[in-house]
């Protein structure tokens, strides 16, 4: 899964205390967690584990939740495991995220794929699963930029995944989890909105 860590929202590195596996697909994109683990694996563990499943994976070619065979597979999994929670990547339709907020909701952790760097959807996601209610950890990976990480707090994201590379100027890191944190015309900055009219 290559050398990656994941910093919470004030910038603090809580990789040592990450405990999330990804479930291995062919799709997984590196990144999503810390470790992954087959299907194989994680049934044949005596312990439970804390797993991420590939939401793309639990829906139907129309967008909703597969049931059947996959559904039996997730209510496998959901058996063998002590939290679960879904990894989806942001090149869709935030309708699709609408649509499944029921699901969403039930899940602990959801981490948001960013597949490119000119990708903003992740923004999209974040602030709509906020919206539908979503109380859990929501996690940004992939490929999104130090500069954005202060919005994507203020979207809702709690939790992200940075490589080593990312990792190797931590005053620039640490200046991004601060960048809106300072007053602007006697306002906290946190505090306004993304967008204004005026």
């Known amino acids: 899964m ?3 860590h994941v910093l919470n929202h004030e910038g603090v590195d809580i990789s040592q205390n990450d405990t999330w596996l990804a479930l291995s697909t062919n799709e997984l994109p590196d ?3 810390l470790s992954h683990i087959s299907l194989l694996e994680l049934l044949q563990k005596q312990e439970k584990l804390e797993v991420l499943l590939p939401l793309s994976d639990l ?3 129309a967008g909703k939740l597969a049931g059947g ?5 997730s209510d ?3 058996q063998h495991a002590s939290r679960v929670g879904v990894w989806v990547t942001a090149n869709s339709d935030t309708d699709l995220l609408i649509g499944l907020s029921e699901f969403l909701l039930q899940q602990d952790l959801i ?3 960013v597949p490119a760097f000119t990708d903003g959807r992740g923004f999209s996601y974040a602030q709509t699963l906020r919206q539908i209610g979503y109380k859990g950890e929501i996690r940004i990976a992939g490929q999104f930029g130090r500069d954005q990480i202060a919005y994507l707090l ?6 992200f995944v940075l490589n080593e590379h990312d990792m190797q100027s931590i005053s620039d890191i640490n200046q991004a989890f601060s960048a809106l ?14 967008f204004s009219g005026s």
């Open 2 to 4: 290559g050398n990656h």
């Open 31 to 33: 990144g999503i967690a």
């Open 59 to 61: 829906l139907d070619s």
């Open 69 to 73: 065979l996959l559904e039996q597979v």
């Open 76 to 78: 496998l999994v959901t």
């Open 111 to 113: 981490v948001i794929h």
């Open 154 to 159: 203020r979207t809702g994201v709690d939790s």
């Open 181 to 194: 944190s300072s007053s602007y015309d006697g306002r906290n900055a946190a505090a306004l909105p993304m």
